[in-house]
């Protein structure tokens, strides 16, 4: 009985101490929280990848409680991963209308494969991009491009980038990318672009085309080090009818805010340094054949024309400069 | 084609594979000692040992991790041959294999392979069988086979006794540096693994740190606790596994802290640790429980103690 | 022997062009002199397309105060100022110069003469210094100008003169010695003179005993306030810091610079280039380059002039061998991968080290087995296994707490590891990031005590 009773006593004892430590603690160390923050944390995803610009979820619930109070609206925060619906969400939490962001993705801008781009050199380091980068200029004579060892696979939190084998380039998985911009970070050569997923936000399946290249070398260098490199001859500029795209240091770029996703500049790049998804894929092919169709028939034409000239040229020997130009002219589209 | 890599260029060629390979022949004079001195008991329960050691290794990387199998690196075989020198010569084959499986399939491979394991895993392996199997792990042979053959207490017992004032004669030193005494398979010896020690430094394997604080801080604390007693001290110093651990357990890479100022703490404690459970446990060994306990504490020394900093003055 | 406190290796020495003569190398028909050969800012280009230069003219000003001048090491005419590559591929700006003849400004004094007498005071000793365009020679290219003017709360006591040559194969600071040892004791004279300071140390190590007793010779016979260190041989025994400590056993301060010891260190080949620049007049446009390598044939010491092609020194040395594996500007420990030979000659090219293809690969990295082989060789004291794992998961602040910032990327710890882990590939990816918060702590710390005063006042 009396050892039931002391043990009944000295556990009571060390519980009340301890409750009251814990109480005290507790009180000592309070820290005040908008219950706000909890409720907008509760609706961000949760994936702490740092893709809105914060440390994590926690961080960015904070920033949009405070954005609030200070002006009235969210202004640029964004969780890309959970894209309008969240940020819908976060808005009514916190009493405001949404204003509804183009979901973006993550496009890799280098399409120097194994076949189109030799190696140089070997890398013999530690397999990680940011070391190979930092050692010398690349394995091939492009000091532009993808690197291959796969700092972007490894930054990627939601198994949304991979390396391809066969062309040595990630590919980004158009379902799983969020368009944090991990990989886009990790990437010691900014290969990575985070871009506007689709050109039409309508569209079933994303259209989008981009210059899957960043070599600003000069177009006969950058030639040299890839075949399917960028070399800046600005056709895409003169085909795009929406002003879309810009040629500066040797290298193309596309506006995605101009870009409607027409296919033109893609059928028109003589490397095939742009690229599209499938839909816009499927425009070009077409858009293609009716060149190759035209060409074909240009040809004919200059045959037919050289034929004639030919014949006039056996009654006179004036015309033969004529007829060595269009003789050129299907050579230099070849190039 | 070039290859390019950062500095430096050139490489010591020393390798994972030829420390292993030192340690094995640094182990070398203990094991033929343990021929000479227990027979064909010794060979039988060394070669189980690290057959099973590599075994296991290989069974587990091969089938449960599905990596290439690391046997290669010899760690496993070095496993084998301290997990033996830590058992008596006459041990059953089926519990060596049960010690051989907690070493490798436990300490070593659940935490990750060579280079992450907290515990050494030969040690691990005799705590395990030592409290698991308490009567065959204490029965030492005194004389040569495997079988049958006649048992007695360990010097280190007797010289529990005698300390507690029981009438019983204690080994002389002489005995005791030669290995001409019973006890586990490879501990016996003091000179034989001594001469390994040597070699050991001598190919820069290890550095002295750890069996110099070890030794000298169990000879400190053994004439302290041992009524200061400078021959029952050096005695505890040659007898038991005292040798065996501060050079071949003690200085396992794993196991023990980075660098030399943490190495001296670790081995100072063990020392200590040793002698209070010689003298004031329940074991009359302790060398194994006190390595043991300073694995676990290697984290918190790497955490705590650097290294000699340079250009950095201590305000 | 004196050495360094702490850490160390010791790789095989392989000094195979060790008694080889110093060759003048031959005069290519065109030259391309890049216009980054120096620590700090490039230079930038003061010549054009047709300009004519003769040997000596500038054809670079310094792009800033860490800059340095560039002259022409050949006469003829200007072909093009484009872009090379420098040693890692990575394009630099270089002035293209087609060689006519060998006309030499007339200011040069090119008798073989050797001036003793030192005319310049102190100041017009680092303006010639500047205007000759000489960097430190060792390898880091720092410019010498800004060394020789140190912060005023300095105390300067002695000039210590790096002739170490801890990097293995190369042998170009050893020929140096050899050839020029007069020389080199009035150009640390003069360097005593621009700093201030009487006394001054020839740090040598242990395995050129020639040169020891060479310039222990040489320095008594009428220089004795220099006197000849003999070094035990440790690698990195000729880092600036690890130097110091051996020389005259003092730390130089985390964080602060070597001059806080009171030593001035200059690399012995830095020296011979202030005494040319000083004495003679002449601007940096030549240096001794060790070609070395198991497989080259002839391992030579050249003296080629600046922008003459690496390939054509590897020629002169019979030629790029098939089963090379690797070229490297500098020396193996410390020296920089060439992905190819296209480069040219630079003023921090030391040496020119070829190896065979088996010798090039790197082995294959197991786990860290914890054996603390790499703690034990860091010369400054550093757990190199944390900080590449540190490094490797970006924890910046624990690899700040394991003191990143001091490490001298010597490549000790990635030589000793026998694990072959690649440490030093990840401590330097790590280090500067850790400089970097550091460096915008400090501006931070600034701004905010420069707003404390302005709100005092």
Known sequence: ?335 | MLNVSLSPHVHSGNSTRKCMAQVLVALVPALLWSFYQFGIGALIVTLSSVAFCVLFEFLITRFLLKTPTTVGDLSAIVTGVLLAFNVPSNIDIWILAIGALFAIGVAKMSFGGLGCNIFNPALAGRIFLLIAYPVQMTTWPTEAGYADVATGATPLALIGQYVNGADVTIPSIVDCLVGNTGGSLGEVSAIALLLGGCYLLFRKTITWHIPVSVLLSAFVFGFLFFGFDAKLAVEELLCGGMMLGAIFMATDYVSSPMNSRGQLLYGVCIGFLTMVIRRYGAYPEGMSFAIFIMNAFTPLINKYVKPQRFGVVKK | ?457
């Open chain 1, 1 to 335: 009985m009396n050892v039931i009773l002391i043990a009944l006593i000295a556990l009571g004892a060390i519980g009340l101490i301890g409750s009251l430590l814990l109480y005290l603690v507790a009180k000592q160390f309070y820290v005040y929280e908008d219950p706000r923050v909890g409720q907008v944390e509760e609706a961000l995803p949760g994936a702490n990848c740092g893709g809105c610009g914060f440390p994590g979820c926690h961080g960015m619930a904070d920033a949009c409680v405070k954005a609030k109070d200070a002006k009235g609206e969210l202004g640029d925060l964004f969780c890309p991963v959970g894209g309008n619906d969240v940020m819908a969400q976060v808005s009514s939490l916190l009493g405001m209308e949404a204003a509804a962001a183009d979901p973006k993705i993550a496009v890799v801008r280098c399409n120097g494969n194994l076949c189109s781009r030799p190696k140089v050199a070997v890398f013999d380091g530690a397999k990680s991009c940011a070391i190979a980068a930092s050692t010398f200029s690349g394995e091939t004579g492009c000091a532009f491009g993808c690197v291959g060892l796969g700092d972007c696979v490894k930054a990627c939190q939601f198994d949304a980038i991979h390396m391809n084998t066969e062309t040595g380039l990630p590919e980004v998985d158009e379902e799983k990318c969020v368009a944090c911009g991990a990989c886009a970070k990790a990437c010691p050569k900014f290969v990575i672009e985070i871009r506007k997923k689709s050109a039409m936000a309508k569209a079933p399946t994303a259209k989008r085309v981009w210059v899957s290249c960043i070599n600003k070398d000069k177009g006969a260098v950058a030639r040299k080090a890839c075949n399917n490199a960028c070399i800046g001859c600005g056709k895409c500029q003169k085909v795009c009818k929406f002003d879309a795209i810009t040629v500066e240091n040797n290298l193309a770029f596309i506006d995605s805010e101009k870009c409607k996703a027409c296919g033109m500049c893609v059928a028109e790049c003589p490397t095939g340094a742009i690229h599209a998804t499938e839909p816009v894929m499927a425009v070009v092919e077409k858009l293609k054949a009716k060149k190759a169709a035209d060409a074909a028939k240009a040809k004919e034409e200059a045959a037919k024309k050289a034929a004639e000239a030919k014949a006039a040229a056996e009654a006179a020997p004036a015309p033969q400069p004529v007829a060595e130009k269009v003789a050129e002219a299907p050579k230099a589209e070849k190039q």
């Open chain 3, 1 to 457: 022997m004196k050495t360094f406190k702490l850490g160390g290796v010791h790789p095989a020495a392989n000094k195979l062009s060790d008694k080889a003569p110093i060759v003048v190398a031959e005069v290519p028909a065109l030259v391309a002199i890049p216009m980054a050969q120096n620590l700090g800012a490039p230079s930038k280009a003061i010549v054009a397309k047709g300009d004519k230069v003769k040997v000596g003219t500038p054809i670079g000003e310094p792009g800033g105060f860490l800059s340095s001048f560039v002259h022409s090491s050949v006469s003829g005419t200007v072909d093009k100022v484009d872009v090379v590559e420098d040693a890692t591929g990575k394009k630099v700006p270089a002035v293209f110069i087609k060689v006519e003849g060998d006309e030499w400004e007339e200011s040069i004094d090119r008798s073989k003469d050797i001036v003793k007498e030192i005319k310049l005071e102190k100041q017009e000793i680092i303006d010639r210094v500047k205007a000759m365009g000489i960097v430190g020679m060792g390898g880091a290219t720092f410019p010498t100008q800004v060394k020789l003017t140190p912060p005023p709360t300095a105390k300067p006591e002695c000039v210590i003169i790096n002739a170490v040559e801890c990097e293995p194969y190369l042998t170009s600071d050893h020929s140096l010695m050899l050839a020029h040892p007069e020389e080199i004791c009035i150009g640390v004279r003069i360097l005593e003179k621009a700093m201030g300071v009487k006394k001054a140390y020839i740090g040598i190590e242990a395995n050129k005993p020639d040169a020891i007793e060479l310039m222990t010779k040489t320095a008594a016979a009428g220089y004795p306030e220099i006197e000849i260190v003999p070094l035990k041989l440790k690698y990195p025994q000729g880092g600036e810091k690890q130097l110091i400590n051996a020389v005259i056993g003092k730390d130089v301060p985390s964080g602060g610079l070597p001059i806080a010891t009171g030593a001035l260190v200059q690399n012995v080949g830095t020296a011979f280039a202030v005494y040319e620049a000083v004495q003679k007049n002449k601007p940096l446009i030549e240096r001794i380059v060790t070609v070395t390598g198991k497989s080259i044939k002839k391992p030579s010491n050249f003296l080629a002039r600046l922008g003459v092609p690496i390939q054509n020194l590897i020629e002169a040395a019979g030629g790029l061998p098939d089963d090379t594996g690797k070229v490297i500007s500098g020396g193996p420990m410390m020296g920089k991968a060439m992905p190819d030979t296209n480069s040219y000659m630079v003023k921090g090219c030391s040496g020119i080290l070829v190896m065979r293809n088996e010798e090039a690969r790197r082995k294959e990295a197991s786990p860290c087995i914890k054996c603390g082989k790499c703690v034990q060789a860091c010369p400054m004291g550093l757990q190199p296994l944390f900080l590449a794992v540190y490094s490797e998961k970006n924890m910046l602040d624990a690899a700040e707490e394991e003191r990143i910032y001091d490490c001298i990327e010597c490549g000790s710890c990635s030589f000793s590891c026998p694990a072959n882990r690649p440490l030093l590939d990840w401590i330097r990816q790590g280090k500067p990031k850790v400089m970097g918060i550091l460096r915008q702590r400090a501006a931070e710390a600034k701004a905010k005590a420069d707003a404390a005063k302005a709100a005092a006042k």
